[in-house]
Each structure stands twice: as C-alpha cells, then as structure tokens.
C-alpha cells in the first residue's frame, strides 16, 4: 500500500471539500462535517429534506435548476452555484456532481464543493501547468525517484525531434551522447539528493540521432516534494540557447580582437595573435599567411604575385599528417586551392563539408590540412585599404558542426580588424627599417685605426617602442696624434631622430676638423641646434616628432704625447674612468645644458690618463631603462668596469651582460677605450729663436732625427716643410718657435708660435717672388691644417711613412 498526501492548494482534497449525497429525487441523503461549515446547516437539519427547499435561494432556483438538467443528461457536472447558508446568506460554490449507481435501486448523485474563489484559483494553476506542458515554449521533464523520464513537454519533443510519448520510462540522459548524458545525470542526481535547486546552469547538448550538431541548453533544475516531504522526482526547465549564445560568443570573439590583437606593432607577432584568438573559439585549427612583401613593410601591390609567409599557428592539438609549414617559413599554394583563389580575387571561401578526397587533394596542391578529420573550412583574406595583405584559414575537425554563414561573417568581420592592425604594424615596420637604413647609413661604419687608443664599443638599436632612437658615436682622428671621442643622444625616436643625428654628426665632424677644444665644439653645436629650431619654426615645422632640439653630447680629446685628455658635456651622463689598477670613478664635470637650450656656458677639464687607463663614455640606454634606477644603472657599470677583463672587447661585452637587457627599450651606445701613450723615443721637439738662420736650423735638427728614426727617405721633403713653416714664423708671427716631430701611424711636423695669425694657401703669380710656401707644403704632404691654442697656433702636417704622396 503506498500512502499519499494530500495538496494544501487542492480544494477538493477529502478535508477541504464539502461531500453532499443526493438521492435521484433531490433529496438529501448524506452531508459532511465541511458542508456544514461552509453552509451552516447541520446533518439534522438537512437529511431528508429536498436540497432545491434547504440549499437553494427562489432567485437563483431557474439557474440550479438548469444545472440540474445537464447534470441527468450528461451523468455529472461541474460548476459554480450560488447556495444559501443558514443565516441567510448566498455563498458561491464550485460544485463536481457524479452519477451513482444502486444496483437497480435507482440513482444517487454524489456532490463535492469547495467555495468557488479556491476552485478558480485551482483551475487557473492547473491552467498554468497544462500550459508548460502542451504550449510554453521552455522545454520541461520530470524526472522520478529512478531517474527516469516520467514526462515532457512538447517544447522538448520540437527540440529534439523525438515525440513527447517515447520519453516515459526513458533514463535520464538516454539520448544524449555519452560525455553529455554523463552530465545530465550527475546534475539530476545532485539536485535530487542535495535539494538545492540549479538555475541557470549552461549545458552543451548533442543528440545520438543528431551528433553533428551541437546545441546550448539553459537548464534550471529543483526537487519536487510532496506535502509530507516525500520525494517525487525532479523538474527541469531546459531552454535552448543556441542561436544566443552563438551571437554572445561571437560578440565576445569581436571583444577579445580588439583587447588582444594588435598590442605589439610587430607584424608576426599580430599574425600569432589572430590565430590564437580563433582556437578554440570558432576553430579547431587556424593559420595566418602574410605575403613576403608585409612581413618586411613592404606596401603590397594588386598584382598578388609569390609566395606567402606563414607567421601564425594555432592548434587544438590534433596531428598534421603532411610536412608542416613552420612559422615564419614561405609557403606555396596550388592555383587550385583556397587559399590561392582568396588571394587572388580577395572573395572569401566557405567549404562547409569536405568530400572524403579532399585532405589528399589538397595535400597535393601545397595546402595541407592540419588534422585527418578536417570536415569544415573557412578561408578570408586580410584585406586593408583595398589591398590583401595575406590570408586566414579555419578548420574544424574536433567539433562536429560544421562552419555556418554566420561563421564566415564572423571571420570576415574579424579578418578585416586584424587586417588593419597588420596594416599598421606593416607601415611601422617599414618605418622602423627606413629608419634604421638612414641611422645605419649615417653612423661610422668602421673605427678608424689611429695609435691614440684602444677602442671598442657596441651599438644596440632600441627593439621596442615607437621607433629606432638618435644616439650616436664617432672617434674622430686629430692632429697631433690626438683623438677625439664622441657619444651623442637625439631625444625623440623616428627617422626624424634619425635624421637630427646625422646633421649634429655631421656638424661634429666639421667643428672636429677645425681642431675646437671641446667646450668650444659643443657651443658651436649648440649654436647650429639653435638655427635649425629657428628655421624650421620659421617654415611652421611644429611637431614634437619633427624639432630638431633636445639633443645630449659629450665630447673628449685625447693626446698620446703628453696623456692629457680634456672632455666636456651637454647634458650628457658623465664618463667613467678605470685607472690601471682597476679603481673606478665618475668624472667630475659640469653637466652643462643639453645642446638647443642655450643659457649656460659649457666648461671643459683637463685630466691625467695614465696609460692603460679605461675612459668609458656611453648613453641612456646603459643606466636608464625603465625598471632599473639611473643611481642603480651607475653602480653597476662602476661594479662591471672595476673588473677589467684581459681582452677590451671582453669588457665591452660584460658591461653589456651585466646592463643592457636581452630587448632593449631605448638605443645603447657603449665607447670604451684604452689610452696608450706614445714612448719618448717617437717624439721630438726644439725651441728655436725667431730668426731667418732658424729656418737651417730647422732642416738640420729634422734631417738628423729622420736620420735617427730610419726614414731618410722623408728627409728631403720633411727639411723643406720645416723651413717653409719656420719662415713663415719669423716673417709673419713673431715670437719663439717650437718644432716637433711625431713619429706615429705617419710622420707628424708641428710648427707653434705665439701669434693667431692664420696662414692662407695661395697660388702665386708667375712674377710673384714669393707666396709659394704653403702651396709646396700642401703638395708635399696627405693632409695639413693649423689648429688653435690659448698661447698661438700650431701648423701641422702629415706624411705617410712609405714616401710622399704623389
């Protein structure tokens, strides 16, 4: 025996309706305790007694008596009827009466009544829950205790294609493939044992009769329970989803491109990213192929023609079955490929099923598949500004739908977003080569031998950041032996940074020529900053990117003969020196201001190199970068140069080990050089007096040192130098003369005196007596010039050691 519980919201549950018998005459024959406390008549009163006299008001007899009728001929009925209560009043009733039988002994009608609000209320929830069942469109089943299908609404039946009959007794899941049935049953179970509902739970549906296609179903789940607690089964409400959150999808694949794709201006890592974002969202497999000409910012011609590039993969993980194509390799594709056809006509392509040949087919053609079970294929060219820039190919292989024309605007959509940040990492790229071709162009190419130090140096261009920086370099030959070092820092990054540099090296070379002492280099330098910003504010050139100021300099000279070097700066960090054994210390210098700002003088100082000391000069990019602190930067090139190794080259390396990260974010330029001091014995000088027999003197004092040195080939035209320029001395200067030799890579005669007076080449007239000194010099040797002192000038010459040019 199974004992059930009556529903408190069940008005003709036994304690809630009034039971009333009737004979077929009318007559009261039977009344319940509840018919007596909705009607106020007691048992006595109305048993035996006709129910039309006791029940009934005169008004509404016609209507009871209507009702009656219909009740005879139809063997029941059920309504509402106004019934009067004992004290008078009229109470609304609904009524069922059902036909009995006697045996042959006539008839009875048997009554049930429950007041008539109850009974609407009860017919509009049996309403509602006949409504879940045969029209709302939400699906609903109830499960039982075993987990079986009890029933289901038709909604279920129009979502799987099954009719709503075959579900009774069915198990929980029986339709479902294996992975997703497994799920459907664990959450029956949990709901069933837990009683905690589930709503809102998001479930992936795939029918065995149907496994291709997969669905979305929103599921809410809750217990039912009957009035004493007793389990009954479970209720879900099963809403499909599919077509919602395909759009929900696809909108937050649009989201995801424009938050993920494009963070780098670097046009294979954009590649990576587009076909990271299609896997596993709308693809199972996803390949980027770019044409050659993009991935070196190339602008891209309509006449498609070679091979593409492949800079993007991504994959579920399935095996390839031909020769891959590796990122970054050339890939070939047949003409009668997809792929080809897209790049050639720019349409895109949907294959939404493959015939079985065609992974072979295509393999043939130079267009692999990934996976053996590719099913499904979307291609769509990346086009940007009416140009194709390459190529993006689907494949689906694990999931079992296959691709939709929803699908194909979708990746069309997405193509063209990736496309033009692409474009835009193309066109930077292409920038950034133009650049780094005019700053590669512009820097020396090679340092020059000369015997004042030992030099080594690295230059490393910034590898992020909106583009190449305007540092530079230069060691730049002098007279007198003497070399000077320059390191420069262009603020700004660009080819307009680029350009600045090559004007202010260029302008360094020039005031180098001249023989400047660096404090005067750098005003002049600052000077011509000054005039470039004039014109070209002049002309309206405003923008920041295009001004031609904010530059940093530090100029140093060095002289092997007397190990003097004198350095000045523009704002520029300042040098550090290595003495030879091995102490480390930044010089002291004034900072002065960065050249184009004018204001304050700059200042240079003088300072003792012992030989083999280290002078490192060096830009921002050593110390600066941006997760290291300047102080800090400082400390560890101090620490890194205070361990000198064996090889400069070695020390160069270290600093850059020890400083310079593996991708830079700002241009590097490292300058070390060793001094190196020319011996005695290659040095020659002598104070001679202001007088025409200076000028024998002269030739004798150099013929015998060339004698001395083992160059008597360079006797006759050095003897004819030193006259020349001895003479010249006491003719047009004045004061005591100084000659010297300098035995180096060449043969150097200095010729100094007190006065600044400048010697002027000229070419003589066929009646001049005289002017033909310098002129002779000039032919007699590679490069001559006069450089400028506190206490005079100096006119120096050199000679290669092999013999006179010609």
């Known amino acids: 025996m199974t004992e059930l519980s009556e529903s408190q919201d069940d008005p003709f549950a036994l304690h809630l309706a009034a039971l009333v018998v009737l004979d077929d005459r009318g007559t009261v024959v039977g009344w319940s305790r509840r018919a007596q406390e909705l009607l106020g008549h007691p048992d006595t009163a109305v048993i035996g007694r006709p ?49 009995l039988s006697r045996g042959g002994r006539g008839r009875e009608w048997f009554l049930a009544g429950a007041l008539a609000g109850d009974v609407l209320e009860w017919q509009r929830d049996r309403a509602v829950l006949d409504g879940l069942y045969r029209q709302c469109p939400i699906g609903l089943v109830i499960h039982g205790p075993d987990q079986r299908i009890l029933r289901v609404n038709r909604a279920i039946e129009r979502f799987s294609g099954v009719p709503a009959a075959d579900f009774r007794g069915m198990s929980t899941g029986r339709m479902l493939l294996s992975d997703d049935a497994r799920k459907a049953v664990d959450r029956v179970r949990q709901v069933m044992q837990t009683g905690r509902p589930l709503v809102y739970s998001e479930q992936f549906v795939r029918l065995e009769q149907d496994p291709a296609r997969e669905r979305v179903a929103l599921v809410s789940s809750f217990r039912m329970e009957d009035p004493s607690g007793r389990v009954l089964g479970v209720a879900e409400m099963i809403e499909d989803i599919t077509d919602r959150h395909r759009a929900q999808r696809r909108l937050a694949l649009l989201d995801q491109v424009g938050s993920r794709i494009g963070t780098t201006l670097d046009v294979a890592e954009t590649a990576r990213e587009l076909a990271e974002v299609m896997v596993p969202h709308l693809a199972d497999h996803a390949s980027v192929d770019l044409l050659q000409a993009v ?119 997405l193509g063209s977003r990736a496309a033009v940040a692409i474009d835009n990492a193309r066109r930077f790229t292409q920038q950034q080569q133009t650049a780094f071709t005019l700053q590669s162009s512009l820097l020396p190419r090679a340092v020059p031998d000369q015997s004042a130090v030992e030099v080594a140096l690295r230059y490393l261009p910034a590898s992020a950041g909106p583009g190449l920086g305007g540092d530079w370099f230069d060691v730049i030959p002098l007279s007198g032996a003497r070399v000077a070092l320059v390191v420069g820092d262009v603020v700004g990054r660009g080819i307009h940074a680029a350009a600045t540099m090559g004007r202010l090296r260029t302008a360094v070379h020039t005031l180098a020529s001249l023989d400047l002492e660096p404090d005067e280099v750098l005003s002049r330098l600052d000077d011509l900053v000054n005039l470039l910003a004039v014109e070209q504010e002049a002309v309206g050139e405003r923008p920041v990117g295009e001004q031609v100021v904010g530059a940093t300099c530090l100029y140093a000279v060095y002289d092997p003969v007397s190990g003097r070097c004198s350095v000045a700066r523009a704002g520029h960090p300042p040098p550090v020196v290595t003495a030879p054994d091995g102490q480390v210390a930044l010089l002291d210098l004034p900072a002065g201001p960065p050249l184009g700002l004018g204001g304050l003088p700059f200042e240079a100082r003088d300072i003792e190199l012992a030989e083999g000391s280290l002078l490192c000069l060096y830009t921002n990019g050593i110390i600066g970068e941006r997760h290291i602190d300047a102080d800090v930067g400082l400390t560890k090139l101090c620490a890194a140069l205070a361990r000198p190794a064996g090889a400069l080259e070695r020390t160069c390396q270290a600093v850059v080990d020890a400083l310079v990260p593996s991708r830079p974010s700002d241009d590097v330029v490292l300058l070390i050089a060793r001094t190196r001091v020319l011996p005695p014995d290659s040095v020659a000088s002598w104070r001679l007096p202001p007088e025409p027999a200076s000028a024998g003197r002269a030739r004798a004092l150099a013929s015998a040192k060339l004698s001395e040195w083992g160059l008597e080939h360079l006797a006759f035209t050095t003897e004819l130098i030193a006259s020349e320029l001895v003479t010249n001395v006491y003719r047009y200067a004045g004061g005591p003369v100084t000659l010297r030799l300098i035995r180096e890579q060449c043969l150097v005669c200095e010729v100094s005196d007190t006065s600044h007076t400048s010697p002027h080449l000229r070419r003589a007239r066929t009646t001049d007596e005289g002017g033909r000194g310098l002129f002779l010099v000039a032919q007699m040797t590679e490069r001559w010039g006069t450089r400028y002192t506190r206490e005079g000038k100096t006119v120096w010459t050199e000679q290669p050691l092999t013999g006179t040019p010609v």
């Open 51 to 99: 129910a039309f006299e006791v029940l009934v008001d005169p008004r509404d007899l016609p209507a009871v008596t209507e009702a009656a009728a219909k009740c005879r001929r139809a063997g029941g009925w059920f309504g509402v009827l106004t019934l009067r209560h004992r004290d008078g009043q009229l109470v609304e009733l609904g009524l069922r009466a059902h036909e």
């Open 295 to 413: 991935t070196r910012g190339e602008e891209p011609t309509r006449a498609v023609a070679g091979p593409v590039v492949r800079l993007g993969t991504c994959s579920v993980g399935a095996q390839q079955p031909g020769p891959p194509h590796p990122e970054g390799e050339p890939v070939q594709f047949g003409p009668d490929t997809p792929q080809a056809g897209c790049l050639a006509e720019g349409r895109p392509v949907l294959e939404p099923v493959l015939p079985p040949d065609w992974v072979a087919a295509a393999g043939r053609q130079g267009a692999q598949a990934p996976d053996l079970g590719a099913h499904s294929l979307i291609v769509v060219p990346l086009a940007a500004r009416g140009l194709v820039l390459g190529v993006m190919t689907l494949w689906r292989s694990r999931r079992p739908d296959a691709f939709e024309t929803d699908d194909l605007t979708l990746a069309q959509e």
